[in-house]
C-alpha cells in the first residue's frame, strides 16, 4: 500500500520569501502524486499532478513540483510567497492502473508573515 | 474546474440523533464519490467509495452500519451518520471524480463541521 510522508507540520515565511514543502511517498512503482491546498471553510483544491514525462510539474498559482524518483520525493515550490498562499497543503500519492484512491499526507500549515 | 457542494457546512446535534449530508456534484456526472473524515491538523482518512447504483465500499475500521452511504443518482451521494456520539464529531468531506479516465481526478466538496453535544 501506498504511504505520504510531510515531515514538517508548520512552515511560517514571509511575504516574497521562496517556498519549499517537503512530500515523500512510499510506493512499489511510480505512483500518480498531486499537491492540494486546502483554505479554510473551502474544499480542497488541486495545484499541479504528476502522472508521467516531464519530472517538473507547473501548476496554479505559480506553484512547481519536481518528481524525484531516486529520493521518493515530490516537493513543491514556490519562488515568491503572497500572503494569500497561507493555507493547509496536502501531498497525496495514488496507485498507478485501475481505479485508484488517493492517500494523503498530514498537511502542513503555511503561515505566511507580512 | 468542476464544483461538487455540501450541505450542510455545519451541523450540531445531539447525541443519540442521526444526521444526513449530501454531497452532490453541480457541473458533472460523478459514478464514484468518496467520503473522508477529516481531524483537526491531521490527514484525511478516506471512510468509504461509494458507487452510483451499488453499495459502498467502506475501508477498514469504519462501521457500515453507523455511517450510512447512498449514491442514488450520478449527481449526489448522502452520508447519515446513525446515532451519533460525540466522538463522531468531525469535519466530513466528500469528493467526487472526474469519469474521464485520462483525468484521474476528484473534487473536493467545502466540507461539513459535525458537533455532536
Known amino acids: 500500500a501506498q504511504s505520504v510522508t510531510q515531515p514538517d507540520i508548520h512552515i511560517t515565511v514571509s511575504e516574497g520569501a521562496s517556498l519549499e514543502l517537503r512530500c515523500n511517498y512510499s510506493y512499489g512503482a511510480t505512483p500518480y502524486l498531486f499537491w492540494y491546498v486546502q483554505s479554510p471553510g473551502q474544499g480542497l483544491q488541486l495545484l499541479l499532478k504528476y502522472f508521467s514525462g516531464d519530472t517538473l510539474v507547473q501548476g496554479i498559482k505559480g506553484f512547481e513540483a519536481e518528481f524525484k524518483r531516486s529520493q521518493s520525493s515530490f516537493n513543491l515550490r514556490k519562488p515568491s510567497v503572497h500572503w494569500s498562499d497561507a493555507a493547509e497543503y496536502f501531498c497525496?500519492?495514488?496507485?498507478?492502473?485501475?481505479?485508484?484512491?488517493?492517500?494523503f499526507g498530514r498537511g502542513t500549515s503555511l503561515i505566511v508573515h507580512p | 474546474g468542476a464544483v461538487v457542494s455540501q450541505h450542510p457546512s455545519w451541523v450540531i446535534c445531539k447525541s443519540g440523533t442521526s444526521v444526513k449530508i449530501e454531497c452532490r456534484s453541480l457541473?458533472?456526472?460523478?459514478?464514484?464519490m468518496f467520503w473522508y473524515r477529516q481531524f483537526p491538523k491531521q490527514s484525511l482518512m478516506l471512510m468509504a467509495t461509494?458507487?452510483?447504483?451499488?453499495?459502498?465500499?467502506?475501508e477498514q475500521g469504519v462501521e457500515k452500519d453507523k455511517f450510512l452511504i447512498n449514491h442514488a443518482s450520478l449527481t449526489l451521494s448522502t452520508l447519515t451518520v446513525t446515532s451519533a456520539h460525540p466522538e463522531d464529531s468531525s469535519f466530513y468531506i466528500c469528493?467526487?471524480?472526474?469519469?474521464?479516465?485520462?483525468?484521474?481526478?476528484?473534487?473536493f466538496g467545502p466540507g461539513t463541521r459535525l458537533t455532536v453535544t
Open positions: 469528493s467526487a471524480r472526474d469519469p474521464s479516465p485520462e483525468v484521474y481526478e476528484q473534487y
Open positions: 457541473d458533472f456526472q460523478a459514478t464514484t
Open positions: 461509494s458507487n452510483e447504483g451499488s453499495k459502498a465500499t467502506y
Open positions: 497525496a500519492v495514488g496507485a498507478t492502473g485501475g481505479s485508484y484512491i488517493p492517500t
